[in-house]
């Protein structure tokens, strides 16, 4: 570790501290119709979106209303993305000439996009034209991001009223969060990341002669566009198959620094607009709060962890820290770094490759993974929410205390709902992983033998069942199993959540506001972060503590002994 990785650090997370407040205010003025600078340029656009779909602005959803319109839009989205996957080498903007996408993988990648996971088992730059780039994996990232808000705005107006049967309506927070937020960032952004050298065209593929005689197809395309949207909205699907290890996507030490920022500001931000809601921005900094211990303890692991480097490279008389998967340009803080937000904030977007983390390295972000959607773009607010209803229940156990949390009683079905987002996760991810590592068809794609092979196909799973999309990437998930498997786990990761989300949103809505009391257990101070931060550990030991005992009793089947031990 030294001091110019440490500043670097540092540098990331004062510009997100300063940005909490004011993008905040902003967007707590958007999802409350207030008028913004933009207002006299969108507004007319967005009445005529509204009047388009039937809706109005001021008409609202009861939460089943807002869920069923959340799912219809859901399903519109998978079918459209896997349908242009399938007819691609029809269609247009296809210059390399792809042909359409296998069944299995265009279901995996549909599914994939759709829930805001963005796991990707496929080449991007050798396997969609620019048109599936653009119309369909760039679109699914505006949308699924804006749908991910929408479920955080609900939640967060369950707090905020009292006696409502409303939660707000889904059609104007999924256009505000797309018109109002997410694409005058990305115009913006798109500009920046030009200028830094990442392409932007619809040329074909250029072929060149290298230095040393060979012949080099270079893929280019449509990037800049897919790149921010990609971050902002904690996608982290790539254009090309290395991610944000691409020159091509993440060419300079500043596009780095802004696809880092992208990723923590609309998510950090959300904790602002939670306290501006609920009328105590001292709330919304506890949420903050929670979120950047964590994400402090996990940099620092990880940092370290790397920095220290491999003992049997040192034993060879190699020093220095850990670089194998690493990019020059970026050393070890810069990596380090990435891949503890890309995981912490439910991105999935690498600059390195995890495959060759060190084994503490390795398990931070596997760790991460398993808190369900931890800082995600409104994931993140609801998932953290979850933990603070579970806090304040046990505390209220603990205590004797009745178990409520700003002026709401919390009671047997916000308890079991949150319990249900918190286990449907660790569900998918340990039941696909005992499958995958006893069947045949799992173990045929593991690449590497021992627990490092077990590893990865648990990271597989954990990525996608919390809507992550990172890997290890030394397991060929390109097969119809996994293809399948891993997509009903991103599927089980995002609606096993968002539904039962909006459930306590509506149930919240409808309570009445009670006042303070002596009995009232205090939610602002430090106390209250350490125990939120303690549930948040047993929710990711939920899924961490039973895969590390999977291991050793599956070793018994034969299929297993035989591929991985």
């Known amino acids: 570790m030294t001091f110019n990785g440490l500043l670097q650090i540092a540098i990331l997370f004062g510009i997100t501290i300063l940005l909490v407040k004011p993008v905040g205010g902003y967007l707590t003025r958007v999802f409350t119709g207030e ?41 519109a989205g998978f079918v459209f993305l896997y349908v242009l996957q399938r007819l691609q080498g029809m269609l247009p903007f296809n210059p390399a000439n792809m042909q359409a996408v296998e069944p299995t993988s265009s279901f995996n990648t549909a599914v994939s996009f759709m829930t805001n996971t963005n796991w990707q088992g496929y080449g991007g730059e050798s396997t969609m034209s620019y048109l599936t780039q653009m119309a369909g994996i760039t679109v699914q ?56 050298g990442v392409p932007q065209n619809l040329n074909d593929y250029t072929a060149v002669t290298t230095l040393e005689g ?21 996608n982290g699907g790539g254009f090309f198959n290395a991610n944000s290890s691409h020159p091509f996507e993440n060419p300079t030490a500043l596009t780095n620094l802004i696809h880092l920022l992208s990723i923590f500001v609309i998510s950090t931000a959300m904790t602002n607009v939670f306290g501006r809601m609920v009328g105590s921005q001292r709330q919304g900094w506890m949420l903050f709060a ?19 480097g491999n003992p049997l490279m040192q034993a060879l008389g190699v020093a220095g820290g850990n670089m194998e998967g690493k990019e020059a340009r970026f050393g070890i803080a ?53 933990f603070f209803i579970l806090a304040i229940f046990i505390a209220g156990l603990m205590v004797g205390r009745t178990p409520e949390y700003l ?78 498997t891993i997509g009903f786990a991103m599927l089980m990761g995002r609606f096993l959540l968002i539904v ?20 009232t257990l205090p939610t602002t101070g430090a106390l209250f972060v350490g125990l939120v931060f303690g549930v948040t550990m047993i929710v990711g030991g939920l899924t961490f503590f039973p895969a590390l005992a999977l291991g050793p009793v599956v070793e018994h089947f034969s299929l297993l002994s035989a591929k991985l031990f």
């Not at 779909?53 to 859901?74: C, D, I, N, V």
């Not at 929670?290 to 220290?308: C, R």
Request: contains cysteine; neutral net charge; hydrophobic residues 50%.
């Open 141 to 196: 990232n505006f949308v699924s991001a804006a749908t991910g808000i929408a479920g955080a705005m609900a939640i967060i107006r369950g707090f905020a009223r009292s006696s409502s049967p409303t939660i707000g309506n889904f059609w104007v927070d999924l256009t505000r969060a797309t018109l109002y937020v997410l694409l005058p960032i990305c115009i913006v952004g798109t500009l920046v990341l030009v200028w830094q």
């Open 290 to 308: 929670v979120f950047g211990v964590l994400v402090v303890l996990g940099t620092s692991v990880l940092y370290w962890a790397e920095s220290t």
């Open 407 to 484: 002026g709401k009683k919390i009671e047997a079905k916000e308890v079991k709902m949150s319990l249900l987002a918190a286990l449907g996760p660790s569900l998918a991810i340990l039941g696909f992983a005992a499958l995958a590592v006893v069947l045949p068809q799992g173990l045929s794609s593991i690449q590497d033998a021992g627990p490092h092979g077990f590893s990865e196909v648990l990271y597989a799973y954990s990525s996608g069942a919390n809507n992550n999309g990172s890997a290890f990437a030394g397991l060929n998930a390109n097969t119809p199993f996994y293809n399948l």
């Open 214 to 234: 060979a012949q080099q197809v270079i893929a280019q395309g449509p990037v800049a566009s897919q790149m921010i949207i990609k971050h902002l909205g904690t």
């Open 500 to 519: 039962p989300v909006l459930a306590i949103a509506g149930s919240l809505a409808a309570k009445k506001t009670v006042p303070v009391s002596a009995g």
């Open 35 to 75: 008028r913004t600078f933009l207002s006299s340029l969108l507004a007319p656009i967005e009445r005529s979106l509204y009047k388009l779909a039937g809706t109005h602005e001021r008409e609202e959803q009861h939460w089943t209303a807002y869920a069923a319109s959340l799912l219809m839009f859901s399903i």
């Open 334 to 386: 810069l990596s380090s770094l990435f891949s503890e937000v890309t995981t912490a904030a439910s991105t999935g977007a690498v600059n390195n490759m995890h495959d060759s983390l060190m084994p503490l390295g390795g398990l931070v972000p596997m760790f991460n993974m398993q808190i369900p959607n931890l800082g995600g773009i409104g994931a993140g607010i609801y998932g953290m929410l979850l």
